[in-house]
């Protein structure tokens, strides 16, 4: 359930608000591949949005541990996400 997905995205920012980056990046790591197994079944523009929002968190969460080569990696993802939802849907 995507709602499951979104509880433990919230879990991580509430984490990353108290100090515990590294449990953060654990509960947005989570959030992040359960998403995206739904990607086979469900392509729409706003489960793909979703995820490059989620990857946008758990990229602060590393950025947050000192893992500046992974957040940037992920940061680039969650940006090539979105150039892709706006190549096929420029409105």
């Not at 919230?10 to 953060?24: K, W, Y």
Request: proline share 3%; no cysteine; aromatic share 4%.
């Amino acid at each position: 359930d995507t709602r499951i997905a979104q509880a433990w995205g919230m879990m991580g920012q509430a984490l990353v608000a108290l100090g515990e980056s590294n449990e953060a990046v654990d509960r947005h790591t989570a959030a992040v591949n359960l998403l995206r197994g739904w990607l086979p079944r469900k392509t729409l523009p706003t489960t793909r949005g979703t995820i490059s929002l989620m990857l946008y968190d758990l990229a602060a969460a590393k950025r947050d541990t000192g893992d500046l080569q992974g957040a940037v990696q992920i940061y680039r993802e969650a940006v090539s996400i979105r150039k892709q939802i706006l190549e096929r849907d420029p409105n």
